[in-house]
């Protein structure tokens, strides 16, 4: 069963080999926690999502072509639930920075910023840098949001990214690219003192 | 902190698309374009920052595939019922009952004394409710009338 082709397994899994699928959910499922992850964030349901995207394909199987890679595919079905979840839940972000101080904030946008990235004691603040990096990108629309992820933090190919996202490759380096800016201007925004927090 | 000349290539740069003279005129451009410097900052910030972030991974396999194959035993279920509720709509058995339908209500249509009275039986009828009407007449309306009814020949003397 270990050395099996997806394809294989998939025609097994359809015949109605529990284990088989099992066996495909094993190998993509770490690319699939990582991407529901990064895309929900510090979310306690991120492991329905998890199996959420495993059950949907299970159910599109049988409209799966064997001849494409089903890595990108049932990618696309994690990115896609997530991006219907972001959706759905638009206080997040609100709710992540006003949990913070306004002296932590402040010192974290100067860290963030570049222009001192150590404390008096010399150390980054870690759990703070992640807290606010996921506070930028939770206000990115959820779009550009999976186009950042798939090609800045988990290193993609545009090809890919694009294949994942079901767009052009232009897209979505466009996405990229927008996401880009946006992080820039919500960052400039919040660094000016005006913030975003009602939006 | 505006955009200057070069700023257009920030985008690629981070892709690494640029060939080595550009990438170096880039470097040569973020030195002095603060612009540049504060969003390349900014971003390799975020994205070191969600990097470091741990993605725990759980075995969720054996849990999936449980699930889905349930599912689909649980589909199966609720199809032999579906299964059967939409036999009664198939098209074929539908004309079927219709035309049995049919010849049931002829044959009682058409079955001796059953729908047709005989000829004999329409006239003692007709009397019986000529009888009833006059009847009627004799008790709510007045001499005059009754009189009136009489010589019309609404009776059946």
Redesign the interface.
């Known amino acids: 069963m270990m050395d099996a082709t997806d394809a294989v397994l998939i025609e097994k899994a359809l015949g109605?080999d529990?284990?088989a699928?099992?066996?495909l959910?094993?190998r993509y499922?770490?690319a699939v926690?990582?991407v529901v992850?990064?895309l929900l964030g510090a979310s306690p349901d991120w492991?329905d999502a998890?199996?959420e995207t495993?059950?949907r394909a299970?159910?599109a199987l049988g409209k799966f072509d064997p001849r494409y890679p089903f890595g990108p595919w049932v990618l696309r079905i994690a990115t896609n639930y997530c991006i219907d979840q972001l959706r759905k839940r638009k206080n997040m972000k609100t709710r992540l920075w006003s949990e913070l101080g306004e002296l932590e904030q402040e010192r974290l946008l100067r860290d963030?910023?570049?222009e001192d990235a150590r404390d008096s004691t010399g150390a980054r603040d870690?759990d703070g840098?992640?807290e606010?990096?996921?506070t930028?990108?939770n206000g990115l629309n959820p779009k550009y949001k999976a186009a950042f992820?798939l090609?800045?933090?988990e290193e993609r190919e545009?090809g890919e990214v694009a294949k994942i996202l079901g767009t052009s490759e232009v897209t979505a380096?466009v996405r990229?690219?927008r996401a880009?800016s946006e992080?820039?201007k919500k960052?400039n925004a919040w660094r000016a003192g005006r913030g975003e927090r009602g939006r | 902190m505006d955009k200057t000349h070069g700023c257009e290539l920030l985008d690629r740069y981070r892709d690494g698309e640029l060939d080595g003279s550009q990438r170096e005129g880039f470097k040569r451009h973020l030195a002095v374009c603060e612009y540049c410097r504060t969003r390349m900052a900014l971003l390799d910030n975020v994205v070191s920052a969600l990097r470091r972030e741990t993605v725990q991974t759980v075995d969720l396999a054996d849990r999936i595939a449980r699930r889905a194959f349930g599912q689909v035993a649980a589909l199966a279920a609720d199809a032999s019922w579906d299964g059967l509720l939409a036999s009664w709509f198939r098209p074929r058995l539908a004309f079927l009952a219709f035309g049995t339908t049919l010849v049931l209500c002829a044959l009682l249509w058409f079955a001796p004394g059953v729908g047709q009275a005989k000829e004999y039986e329409y006239e003692k009828l007709l009397n019986q409710a000529d009888a009833a009407n006059l009847a009627e007449t004799l008790l709510t309306s007045s001499d005059t009338e009754f009189a009136l009814t009489l010589v019309q020949g609404g009776g059946v003397w």
Do not use: D, M, N, P
């Open positions: 109605g529990e284990q699928f099992a066996e959910v094993r499922q770490g926690c990582g992850r990064r492991e998890v199996q495993f059950l299970f159910s963030f910023s570049g870690v840098y992640a606010i990096a996921q930028l990108v992820v090609r800045e933090v545009y380096r990229v690219s880009r992080l820039q960052f």
